[in-house]
């Protein structure tokens, strides 16, 4: 059985950085981050290929969100760095069986339960 456990989110401040963090157990998989607000779609963030030498990232986080894995863990981090009020959102890691990276909320098979973070101007 596949689960995974986002941790890591919280309130800050602009300009501030959190750590994501997404425990997965029941495999190794690519891994991607994506982010909801109220009313919107659930957005594609960055991902990771199982073996960490394949990322993507979404353009409004380049430069800003670092994504990286530690398999001996069967555990994906988001980094971000120099926050924006816009990227107010619950967090969502979610898990894919096959290698490539993508960016569709269809391509992930199992999703965890969603972490909020919340950056106020």
């Known amino acids: 059985q596949v689960q995974l456990v986002e941790s890591g989110g919280g309130l800050v401040q602009a300009g501030d950085s959190l750590r994501l963090s997404c425990a997965a157990s029941?495999?190794?998989?690519?891994m991607g981050w994506f982010r909801q607000v109220p009313g919107k779609e659930r957005v594609f963030v960055a991902g990771?290929?199982?073996?960490?030498?394949?990322?993507l990232y979404a353009d409004s986080v380049k430069g800003r969100f670092t994504i990286s894995r530690d398999n001996a863990k069967n555990t994906v981090y988001l980094q971000m760095n120099s926050l924006k009020p816009e990227d107010t959102a619950v967090y969502y890691c979610a898990a894919r069986a096959t290698l490539l990276v993508v960016t569709t909320t269809s391509g992930y098979k199992y999703w965890g339960q969603g972490t909020q973070v919340t950056v106020s101007s």
């Open positions: 990771i290929s199982w073996s960490g030498g394949s990322t």
């Open positions: 029941g495999g190794t998989f690519t």
